[in-house]
């Protein structure tokens, strides 16, 4: 018959490995949670981006593919503008 020791000795080392295997647990499931809210936080930041892109798209393809944007600035004045214009009778 085992002794009542020997029995008690591997109760506590038992109880004292799946105390040791619940902390792992804890801390891994702690690092998970952390991962996650991170991970949430990306996909906000991504849809966020998707939804910008989608909005710049719709505004090109109610505006048109093409804009026309000025290559230089409009520095003449009125007077310039107007010694320029040739007046034919």
Partial sequence: MPDHDDVANSLE???ESLIKMVGRANKNNDYL???MIEMNQNMDSLQK???QLEWI???QLKDGPFRNYP???H???TS???DN????F
């Fill in 49 to 51: 981006r998707i939804s």
């Fill in 71 to 73: 290559t230089h600035p």
């Fill in 75 to 77: 520095t003449h004045t």
């Fill in 80 to 82: 310039e503008i107007h």
């Fill in 57 to 59: 798209m719709k505004g």
């Fill in 13 to 15: 080392q038992l109880l």
């Fill in 85 to 88: 214009i040739s007046v034919h």
């Fill in 33 to 35: 949670q952390k991962r």
